[in-house]
């Protein structure tokens, strides 16, 4: 028997009892080319909460009464695709919270083993989040050697590679986070020139003070307040790769702003939003480069892993809380 997530109603604000509901079904028989997937490591995403609101966005929207979309690692139970076989490990694709899932073999790809890389990298460092840091920040960014990045949720799964990133490049990295103990990680063990823990800091006076000479990038992730405070920052010709605005997505009115919009026009500012499978071609240039930085010890990362598919729902909040430090992920089985 398979268990699912079904999207029952949509959200109003945080997502809550009652909006998404836990059911059960048999597995179906496979069809030639078709493979049957255990879940073992669910991603959680701020993305997760816009596909469940009927808003404008980047792809449709799960609909009412349809399986809650999601990511994740997978084992094959079974298979009737030829490049596949019972027990391989695989990228689950977009998939679905559910156990059990069937699909095309086509859509899913086998996982490379590699010695002292842990699966959780592969939710990490060299999955969805490694790519969105390393396109974001390479192809968008363009960082220089001596230039200043600041980066807003950079104890967060994305933001946490894209400091380290920006490091390895050469640059001065500032991130922004909500607590002293991810200020910390992010400054002893990722290596970030300074954080500002934004709780408890004024953040322009603490730029100011990290960042005497302008700010050359911002990776955007926040949205709101902060990224109007970054904004009267920026040096001209300054580069902002706009990879989410987590803290309006449970908004329930407009959200005005940003204020400060002119800035963009007068620091002459390369302002460009981006989706990671925009670069699905190029995937293989960043899985070969964050996977050497990886093994070399360039890279620094968490897993934040919450067990048990029913807590897939109840667990989301911690993204928009900012209770997890790392990739968020629920662990559905064991990999064996």
Request: hydrophobic share 40%; charged share 20%.
């Amino acid at each position: 028997m398979n268990k699912t997530w079904i999207l029952k109603k949509r959200p109003v604000g945080d997502v809550g009892e009652g909006d998404l509901d836990l059911v059960e079904s048999p597995v179906r028989d496979l069809n030639d080319g078709e493979v049957c997937l255990r879940t073992i490591y669910l991603s959680l995403d701020p993305t997760n909460r816009i596909w469940m609101s009927d808003r404008e966005q980047y792809m449709p929207p799960v609909q009412i009464g349809d399986p809650m979309r999601g990511g994740g690692i997978s084992v094959v139970e079974e298979s009737r695709f030829d490049g596949l076989k019972a027990g391989d490990i695989v990228n689950t694709g977009l998939g679905q919270w559910s156990l059990y899932q069937v699909k095309p073999g086509a859509e899913v790809n086998k996982l490379p083993e590699l010695p002292g890389v842990p699966l959780t990298a592969f939710m990490g460092p060299i999955g969805m989040t490694g790519m969105t840091a390393y396109f974001g920040l390479m192809d968008i960014g363009k960082p220089k050697p001596g230039e200043t990045v600041v980066v807003s949720a950079a104890a967060g799964a994305v933001g946490s590679m894209v400091g380290q990133i920006a490091k390895i490049q050469g640059c001065r990295v500032v991130g922004i986070a909500g607590s002293d103990d991810k200020c910390k990680w992010l400054t002893e063990t990722a290596g970030f020139d300074a954080a500002i823990n934004y709780k408890k800091e004024d953040v322009g006076a603490a730029l100011d003070r990290h960042c005497p000479n302008g700010i050359d990038i911002n990776f955007e992730n926040v949205g709101g307040e902060i990224m109007d405070t970054i904004l009267m920052r920026l040096n001209d010709f300054a580069r902002m790769p706009l990879c989410g605005l987590i803290s309006s997505y449970n908004a329930t009115e407009p959200v005005p702003g940003p204020y400060n919009f002119s800035m963009l026009l007068m620091r002459h500012v390369t302002l460009k939003g981006f989706i990671v499978t925009d670069y699905s071609e190029r995937f293989p240039e960043g899985m070969q480069a964050m996977a050497g930085w990886l093994m070399e010890g360039k890279l620094k990362f968490e897993t934040d892993v919450v067990e048990g598919l029913e807590n897939a729902p109840s667990s989301l909040d911690r993204l928009f809380t900012g209770k997890n430090l790392g990739k968020l992920v629920v662990q559905v089985s064991e990999p064996n």
